[in-house]
């Protein structure tokens, strides 16, 4: 059973510049979780999708940042025009049903490692 | 998430117990106790989590206390492997707090030869 796919794992942009991190939950599972995680700092939640659906982005940065989970393919975190300062590792987890319930932890992806030159 | 305390760092002799507790003293009666590990570079690990029972699965052994205000996270024989960030995470468990893993500091784990 394929765990969560992140890719790329390495991307590089330059300042002005969009870029599109994908995620594939694992098999079953229909609930996405995208944190940022920047240089020498902890895990930050983002936002919390279910298929075609955003439940809380309250961690999104007020501008620039999206991100999208369709019925078919992987979810997307699109940062567009991005800045030295986006430059952290994404982590993408999946769940087969929402935390509130307790008992369904999080599976976390490898990570995309964004670096803005 | 109910407030966790972990102390920062700690040592273990390889093939030995580690051992890492965790303060949760305002923890609800229907929250559960959550660890995960991330070892440098790579994505957060889920190891274990309960909500009053001990637990163990095949990495490590969770136990919690009686009054839940504490727990301890055993790895029974540690490697060099096991060397990285422990994290005790206790989200809320209604309201608006989907998904919303709370990651502290944690417990850097350091497995000594």
């Known amino acids: 059973n394929a765990g969560v796919m992140q890719n790329p794992r390495h991307l590089v942009r330059r300042r002005g510049q969009e870029a599109r991190l994908r995620c594939s939950p694992m098999k079953g599972h229909s609930h996405v979780y995208w944190y940022r995680q920047l240089p020498e700092e902890g895990l930050k939640f983002m936002v919390y999708?279910?298929?075609?659906?955003?439940?809380?982005e309250s961690g999104m940065p007020k501008e620039r940042f999206s991100a999208e989970f369709p019925k078919e393919g992987p979810s997307i975190l699109r940062i567009q025009q991005v800045v030295r300062g986006d430059s952290a590792a994404y982590f993408c987890a999946s769940s087969p049903r929402g935390i509130p319930w307790g008992n369904s932890p999080l599976h976390f992806g490898n990570g995309t490692r964004l670096t803005v030159t | 998430d109910a407030k966790t305390t972990q102390p920062p760092s700690m040592d273990c002799a390889e093939g030995r117990a580690a051992n890492l507790p965790c303060n949760h003293s305002t923890i609800s009666g229907n929250e559960y106790v959550y660890w995960y590990r991330q070892i440098h570079s790579q994505g957060p690990q889920y190891i274990i989590h309960g909500l009053k029972n001990n637990e163990t699965n095949e990495m490590a052994s969770l136990i919690i206390t009686e009054d839940r205000k504490s727990s301890t996270l055993i790895l029974p024989h540690a490697t060099l492997r096991d060397t990285a960030v422990y994290y005790c995470?206790?989200?809320?468990?209604?309201?608006?707090?989907?998904?919303?893993?709370?990651f502290g500091q944690g417990t850097i784990l350091t497995v000594h030869p």
């Open positions: 999708l279910q298929k075609e659906n955003i439940i809380d």
């Open positions: 995470i206790v989200p809320n468990a209604g309201g608006t707090s989907y998904g919303k893993l709370t």
